[in-house]
C-alpha cells in the first residue's frame, strides 16, 4: 500500500508542476526521484476521499428514491383498478337506468 500511495504523490506532483514530458517520461520509466509530500497531494486524497463519500451519500438517496417511486406506483395502480371498478358499476347502473327508461 505505501507504494501505492507514493506512486500516486508522484503522479499529483508531476500533474501540479505541470513541468513536461521530461518528469512523465522519467517516472515511466521508473525513475525514483523522492517527492516531498505537500499541502496539494493532501488536498487530493482528501478531495478522492470526499468524492467517495459524496457517491455513497447519492447512491443511498438514490435508493431512497427508488422505493418511494415504487410505493407511489403500487398506490396508484391500487387507485387506479379501484376507478375501473367504479366505472364499470356505474356502467351496469346506467345500462340498468336505460332499460327501465325504454320499458
Do not use: F, H, W
Not at 470526499?50 to 438517496?61: P, V
Not at 407511489?72 to 387507485?79: C, E, K, Q, S, T
Not at 356505474?90 to 327501465?100: E, I
Amino acid at each position: 500500500m505505501n507504494a501505492l500511495q507514493e506512486a500516486a504523490k508522484k503522479v499529483a506532483s508531476i500533474k501540479n508542476q505541470g513541468s513536461g514530458a521530461t518528469q512523465a517520461s522519467s517516472l515511466a520509466n521508473g525513475g525514483s526521484q523522492e517527492m516531498p509530500s505537500t499541502e496539494e497531494n493532501q488536498t487530493a486524497y482528501q478531495s478522492s476521499d470526499e468524492k467517495e463519500k459524496k457517491i455513497r451519500e447519492l447512491s443511498a438517496e438514490l435508493e431512497n428514491t427508488n422505493q418511494r417511486c415504487e410505493v407511489y406506483r403500487a398506490n396508484l395502480l391500487a387507485v387506479l383498478r379501484d376507478m375501473e371498478e367504479q366505472k364499470l358499476k356505474l356502467s351496469v347502473k346506467v345500462q340498468s337506468a336505460r332499460l327501465s327508461l325504454k320499458e
